[in-house]
Nanobody
Framework: QVYLVESGGGSVQAGGSLKLSCIAS????????MGWFRQAPGKGREGVAA????????GYSDSVKGRFAISRDRAMNTLYLQMDSLKPEDSAMYYC??????????????????????WGQGTQVTVSA
C-alpha cells in the first residue's frame, strides 16, 4: 500500500511563490511516475506536471510551463512542486498522484488524472490579485 501526503499550500499574492511537498510511504515498486494535479471549484481535475521517478524525464501543462518545476528527493521519497510567478488562476486544490506506467507514456497520458491510481488528500493554494 502506498500513501501520499501533500503539504506546503497556502495563500500568496500574485507573483509570489510556493513549494509543495508530497511524501510517499510504502513500496516504490507500485509506481514509476508521479505527478501534480489541481482542481478549482466547479472545474475538473487537470494535470500540472509529471515526472518519472528514477530519471529526469518531466512534463508540464502549457499553463504552468516555465513557472512551475517538479522535482524529487529520492532519499526522502518526496516529490516537490516549486511554483513561481503565481497567478490568481493557479488557485486550486493541488493533489499529488502516483501511477505505474508501461513503456514510454505520452505527456497527454501523464497529465491525465485517470492514468493514476494512487492519490493524496490535497493541499489548498490560493493566489490573490
Amino acid at each position: 500500500q502506498v500513501y501520499l501526503v501533500e503539504s506546503g499550500g497556502g495563500s500568496v499574492q500574485a507573483g509570489g511563490s510556493l513549494k509543495l511537498s508530497c511524501i510517499a510511504s510504502g513500496s516504490t515498486k507500485n509506481y514509476n511516475y508521479m505527478g501534480w494535479f489541481r482542481q478549482a471549484p466547479g472545474k475538473g481535475r487537470e494535470g500540472v506536471a509529471a515526472r518519472f521517478t528514477d530519471a529526469i524525464r518531466t512534463g508540464y501543462s502549457d499553463s504552468v510551463k516555465g513557472r512551475f518545476a517538479i522535482s524529487r528527493d529520492r532519499a526522502m521519497n518526496t516529490l516537490y512542486l516549486q511554483m513561481d510567478s503565481l497567478k490568481p488562476e493557479d488557485s486550486a486544490m493541488y493533489y499529488c498522484a502516483a501511477g505505474l506506467f508501461r513503456g514510454w507514456p505520452s505527456l497527454e497520458t501523464l497529465l491525465t488524472p485517470a492514468s493514476y491510481s494512487i492519490w493524496g488528500q490535497g493541499t489548498q493554494v490560493t493566489v490573490s490579485a
